[in-house]
């Protein structure tokens, strides 16, 4: 690819200082659907490690990752909930653990609708189903 060396644009620049000034409702968007999600894996009997976004955050994330032997190797599915533009995403990655190229199968989603989440539970019970606990 000849991409070059292209001169300096404004349009990232713009949403930081516009997110910057105006704190988003992030933190109670990712929360909602974090919520969301533990919730589906606990009731399912899920195990998984959580991490989130601090009060004092405004623009972070949450982080849920859940571990299996797939295939005789450790692999993890971590899936990360954003805000963006007011709604919640989901950026989701099957990774064979120890392994640089390990990525497997990525996913990205919108999680507004129940149909939209309902995509999300299905990529997760994959990975469940074909991992050993």
Known sequence: ???GDPAPIDDLSLVIATKQS?????LEIVSESARW???A???AGVTFNY???????????????????YHG???????????IRGCPYVFAEV???????????PFFGNLQSDD??????????DFVISADD
């Open 51 to 69: 991490s989130s976004c601090k009060d004092d955050d405004h623009y972070g994330f949450a982080a849920v990752t859940i571990i299996r032997n």
């Open 116 to 125: 939209e989440r309902d995509l999300l539970l299905h990529y997760i019970a």
């Open 1 to 3: 690819m000849k991409s």
């Open 73 to 83: 190797q450790p692999a993890s599915l971590d899936l990360k909930i954003a805000e």
């Open 41 to 43: 894996l606990k009731g």
């Open 22 to 26: 105006s704190p988003s409702r992030t």
């Open 95 to 105: 990774r064979s653990l120890g392994k640089l190229d390990g990525t497997m199968f």
């Open 37 to 39: 999600l533990k919730a």
